[in-house]
């Protein structure tokens, strides 16, 4: 199977899958348990999930992988697992996905911060590292680090996924729309310094993730390709911004108004679509059926 960029630089539009966290809780994940266990404990339950996003017609899966780096599994008392929780985790999306499906082996943000120095960049480089070669080696195509805020820390961890793996290196990071001054993450960096680090840093495809619902999401594809025309753009968009009522968190978009962006987002520049929090199987499914018409 070709490469992911060879398939983009073929023309084709492509469909990531959805949320993944907010599955896990609608199966019965508990606060303060810990996601990657599953892939051990409920392997069954993680490969419904990635199984439903191959139904919907996704052309690639993520894997139940995002707290796997060794800071956040230390919460769980979990630090010597990292390679057998991250390998599981692609082996069940591999299983689910068969071969014509790509598998992103998806990498969150390690929690640690490197400007109050309670973390190295040699030690991040470490637990980016350490992650992403248990991620191939369980099987993954590409390497998708998301949700992050910090330039920097996002940096090491194209660097080290790309250094020690064979896979492709997808960023995204996580904006926030600020009316006075635009969009920039929570560690205060804007679409283009993303752009133009990340790139740089050795990404195939950069682009955004969660925090923003689809219309957002628009424009902060418009943004980065007034920077870079070419380096592929990946947009894992939320289901509209969460809303908290009786306890319950809900997303206001439906697959129908998301669908019904999805034109223009691509218009704008976007080669890869797909879901972040709050989007389900029937969320990509309609994505399908959109990008399969244009
Ligand atoms: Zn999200």
Redesign the pocket.
């Known amino acids: 199977m070709s490469r992911l960029t060879e398939q983009i630089q073929k023309g084709r539009i492509l469909v990531s899958d959805g ?1 993944w ?1 907010t599955f896990l809780h609608k199966k019965g994940l508990k606060p303060g348990e810990c996601p990657e266990l599953w892939n051990v404990e409920r392997s069954g339950d993680i490969f419904d999930i990635a199984r439903s996003y191959v139904e919907a017609g996704a052309d690639m899966i993520e894997t139940n992988s995002f707290g796997g780096n060794r800071f956040k599994l230390a919460n769980y008392g979990l630090e010597d697992k990292v390679y057998e929780l991250n390998k599981s985790a692609a082996e069940i999306s591999r299983r689910a996905a068969g071969s014509e499906i790509f598998v992103l082996g998806s990498v969150g943000p390690t929690g640690k911060m490197l400007i109050t120095e309670e973390v190295t960049t040699d030690e991040l480089y470490e637990a980016f590292k350490e992650q992403s070669i248990a991620l191939e080696a369980g099987g993954a195509d590409a390497i998708v680090i998301e ?1 992050m805020t910090d330039l920097e820390e996002a940096r090491i961890a194209v660097k080290a996924a790309s250094e020690n793996t064979s896979c492709e290196v997808i960023c995204t990071m996580t904006f926030d729309k600020d009316p006075g001054t635009g969009f920039h993450t929570m560690m205060g960096v804007s679409p283009g310094e993303m752009t133009q680090t990340l790139v740089e840093a050795g990404a195939s495809v950069i682009g955004a ?2 925090g923003n619902g689809i219309a957002d999401m628009i424009d902060i594809v418009k943004e980065i390709r007034q920077f870079n025309s070419d380096i592929p753009v990946l947009i894992h968009a ?1 289901a509209g911004m969460p809303v908290y009522s009786n306890g319950e968190t809900t997303f206001p978009e439906s697959p129908s108004f998301m669908a019904g962006r999805v034109k223009e987002i691509i218009e704008a520049g976007t080669n890869i679509i797909g879901g ?2 709050g989007t389900t199987p029937e969320h990509i499914a309609k994505i399908r059926r959109v990008v399969r018409s244009l």
Request: with cysteine; glycine share 12%.
């Open positions: 949320a966290g949700t993730n969660c939320n972040c929090c």
